[in-house]
């Protein structure tokens, strides 16, 4: 394929792609070379790893807001639970994970760092108190921290499923149901710029405040994501008698979605959002690094769980050493009272989002519509939760919780962060293409 010029298409999809991120100091292309070279690569060998691969998630959950209405046109919707067997024991007991929440934990870990030794070996009982302190992590989380709605993992209706095994992709789910889904999200639960501007039409966003635009580009710039790999990954006519089914890219459909002349103007703009939440969800996981560092990835295979922890800490060097990261600190400034009413109002927007994504009709794109947006809900939890993210940050005081991740934040935060990520690598393979 011929490697065209990325100025060389200035009317086109692409025309935006030479300018800055808004409102960061950051060009695309500084992102672009960052991400197609030094982190797309070993973020998905990570991701392959058993730790990042099963993700629990309850997809049976009722819609909060409407009876579910809708049927994907095809069978490609369903998604494949994993069965006893095939999830290694170390993640479905959890143990290790609820362990860390407890009290004799927290303590132990303290002592750990003072005397700088090595953690013993795991106990693998939870004890009533180490139940009840999870519990109380819990509230503690969903009343304080969290930007979404978590499945409760203990619900018989959460199961695990191989992420791998049901790649994002073409589905077919399209129509009145997926527009009632992105309408719902746009008009209610995005800040609008004026009134009467509806879904659909020209979003201006000048008149938003710095908050309000980062929260209405966020979510352009997943729904730019989610509908990139339906077109990377597009069910293309079989070349097969037996009508075999294939998967791959589809430019015309990326250009029916981006181009300027297609969709009033509006397509490169959506693609820069792109790199907008790349942006943000990245400094998440430069600020939260040194809590990432510290943490053990454990499945109960010592060699992988080795290896993840030691890819781990490789690929954050890559990311902290990013020179332009998104700066959260411009956000919610000015008038205390005032930047407390934006931030709930933010967070709750964020969280009737996640509540929608238990609306999605269609199976699969529900199982990765969730985990995107807990991703980037655990992203905006690790920018605003305060600076308490050092190495000593498991360790609870009396006065004040520290930061803590549960696993299916992490795996939901780096498998997001891989979309958008693999999102950014397919735009050069469409501008080449193209
Ligand atoms: C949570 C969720 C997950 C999904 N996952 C999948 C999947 O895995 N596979 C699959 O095949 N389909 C998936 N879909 C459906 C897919 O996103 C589209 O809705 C569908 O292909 C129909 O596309 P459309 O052309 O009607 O426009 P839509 O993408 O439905 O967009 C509706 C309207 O929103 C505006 N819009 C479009 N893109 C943007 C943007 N980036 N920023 C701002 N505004 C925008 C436009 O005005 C557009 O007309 C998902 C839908 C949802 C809600």
């Keep these: ?90 993640i479905k007991a959890e143990i290790h994970e609820k362990n860390k929440y407890s009290k004799e934990a927290q303590e132990e870990k303290s002592q750990t760092c003072q005397e700088e030794r090595e953690l013993s070996a795991l106990d693998t009982t939870i004890s009533k108190a180490s139940q009840e302190a999870f519990k109380n992590w819990t509230d503690y989380d969903d009343s304080q921290e969290n930007f979404c ?125 792109l790199y907008f939440a790349y942006l943000v969800e990245l400094r998440a996981l430069a600020k939260a690094a040194p809590y990432l560092e510290q943490e053990d990835f454990f499945t109960g295979n010592d060699e992988e769980d080795r290896d993840v922890k030691q890819g781990i800490k490789n690929l954050l060097s890559f990311i902290k050493s990013f020179p332009h990261h998104f700066d959260e600190s411009k956000l919610f400034q000015g008038n205390p009272k005032e930047a407390h009413i934006l931030k709930e109002e933010f967070k709750n927007h964020f969280r009737n989002i996640s509540r929608i994504m238990d609306c999605v009709g269609c199976d699969k794109c529900k199982l990765w519509g969730k985990l995107q947006v807990q991703g980037m809900g655990t992203a905006l939890k690790i920018l605003f939760s305060g600076d308490g993210m050092g190495p000593d940050s498991t360790v609870t005081n009396q006065h004040k919780k520290s930061f803590q991740l549960r696993r299916t934040e992490i795996v939901s935060l780096f498998n997001a962060f891989g979309r958008l990520s693999k999102s950014i690598q397919t735009i050069e393979l469409f501008r080449e293409q193209s």
């Design 1 to 90: 394929v011929k490697n065209k010029s990325k100025n060389s298409d200035v009317g086109g999809c692409f025309c935006k792609l030479n300018e800055q991120v808004d409102d960061c100091a950051c060009q695309i292309e500084s992102l672009d070379q960052l991400n197609n070279k030094q982190i797309h690569p070993p973020l998905q060998s990570l991701l392959a790893k058993d730790y990042f691969r099963y993700f629990k998630v309850n997809l049976k959950k009722q819609c909060p807001f409407w009876p579910d209405d809708s049927r994907c046109a095809l069978k490609d919707c369903h998604v494949s639970a994993c069965s006893e067997g095939q999830v290694p024991d170390g």
């Design 149 to 273: 709605e978590i499945d409760d993992d203990t619900s018989a209706d959460s199961q695990y499923v191989d992420l791998l095994l049901n790649p994002e992709r073409y589905t077919g789910y399209k129509g009145a149901s997926t527009h009632r889904i992105w309408r719902s999200i746009y008009d209610e639960n995005c800040f609008k710029p004026e009134k009467g501007i509806a879904y659909g039409k020209q979003r201006s966003l000048a008149g938003l405040c710095l908050e309000k635009r980062a929260f209405y580009r966020l979510i352009s710039g997943l729904h730019t994501s989610i509908n990139i790999h339906l077109c990377a990954q597009y069910l293309l006519p079989s070349k097969t008698m037996l009508g075999s089914k294939t998967w791959g890219p589809n430019l015309e459909e990326f250009k029916s979605r981006f181009d300027p002349k297609l969709t009033n103007g509006h397509g490169p703009q959506r693609l820069k959002n």
